[in-house]
Each structure stands twice: as C-alpha cells, then as structure tokens.
C-alpha cells in the first residue's frame, strides 16, 4: 500500500510565495544595490574628469594687464602671460611677448582680455578685415576732421575723392587717426591719416587721389 501524502495545510508556504519572496527586494538588499549604484557612478565621473583634463590641457596666452588703445606700441608692461584651457584658446591668440612687442595696436584692448593677431598691426590683418587676399592698407588724409575723429577700428566706409568720384567702396578702418598734438603743423597734417583696408585696386587709386587732397569717407 503507497503511503499517504502529507496534506497541505494552510501554513505551509507555496513555490509561487517562495519565488514571490527571494524577488522581492528587503532593506538590506536595497541599500547594498544603492551602495553599489553610487560607486559605479563616482568611479564613472572620475574618469571623466580625468579625461577631460587630458584632452584639453591648459597653454600660454598674452592677456592685457589695462585698457590698450589704438595706435600705440605694445610692450611688455602691457600684458602678462597666463595659462588656459586649451578649448578656451581663440585664433590667432599670441603665447609670448616676443610674438607681439613693438607691434602697433590696431583696436582697443581691454583689460583682461586675450590679445589675438587681429589686435595688432600684421601683414595678414587687411585680409582678416576685408576677406579679400589681395587687400591692402592705405592711409587716408579726410577732409572733415570732425569725422576723423569719430572713426573707430572696424567701421565700414566710402571713400570719395573731392569731385565726389567714389574710388573704394566697402573700406574698412584698420587703425583710426590720432591727434598729432603739434600746433605748428598746417591743417592738413593737424591730424594723423586714417589707416583703412581695402582691395588692391582701390588701394591704389585711393593712394593716387590722396597725393593732392584730402578725401571723403561715407559711413556704412
């Protein structure tokens, strides 16, 4: 005779109360899964941080120390060298003094900030201002002083001749007129001559009219 099967009672747990329970998350369970998260996570933002130190490094850059005005002399008073990171870094930006001593400054300057190529007076900075390859830098003696005065680094102008024949269009002002404070000077060298870019053709015939009287300029 087969023996008798235990009867089930209703205390005795069942395999689906069973699995439901080792599934079930208890409050140790929680906090070592937590535990683990957090850790996972730190080690993951330390290795970025790592690696982004190493990707984008820190260089050398001139920085102005107070304001630079257009028209004077950078020296080595002027700027100072700090290091930054390397995504911060614009174009053109000057590393050493030795890149920018006694180079005229072409716009102003101010305090704090990273002094570039386009700041001073280059051989590439008529194409940095007009986009053009074969632009030129031509001095310009103006016929309104009250206008010469007014002129700033990187305005856009006309230039007439005294007939009123427009002879470059599109100039722009690569270093503006300065007071050349002599009172013995006649009134068409009162004031120093504007410094404007321009494509090689009108260069030239600006340079040609300007030998026998000042010109105009019409603001953009």
């Keep these: 005779m087969a023996p008798a099967l235990p009867r089930r009672t209703g205390l005795a747990p069942r395999w689906r109360d069973r699995l439901g329970y080792a599934l079930r998350p208890g409050w140790t369970r929680t906090v070592l899964v937590r535990r683990g998260a957090s850790i996972v996570l730190l080690v993951a933002a330390v290795a970025v941080g790592v690696a982004g130190q190493r990707t984008t490094g820190e260089q050398p850059v001139l ?100 007939e009123a024949e427009v002879l470059a269009r599109g100039a722009v002002v690569a270093l503006p007129a300065g007071d050349a404070g002599s009172g013995g000077l006649t009134a068409r060298s009162a004031t120093r001559p504007v410094l404007l870019a321009m494509a090689e053709a009108s260069a030239h015939r600006v340079a040609a009219a300007g030998l026998d009287a000042p010109l105009a300029v019409v603001l953009h």
Excluded: K, N
């Excluded at 102005?64 to 614009?90: C, I, N």
């Excluded at 570039?116 to 030129?136: M, Q, S, V």
């Design 63 to 162: 920085v102005a120390v107070h304001e630079l005005r257009p028209g004077q002399p950078l020296t080595a008073e002027d700027v100072t060298v700090v290091r930054v990171p390397s995504s911060l870094m614009p174009d053109g930006a000057l590393v050493s003094p030795a890149e920018g001593l006694g180079r005229t400054v072409a716009g102003r300057v101010r305090v704090g900030e990273l002094v570039t190529d386009a700041r001073l007076l280059t051989a590439h900075l008529p194409a940095d201002l007009t986009g053009l390859d074969d632009a030129r830098l031509v001095p310009v003696h103006l016929a309104d002083e009250t206008l010469t005065s007014l002129l700033r680094s990187g305005d856009v102008v006309d230039v007439l001749s005294p």
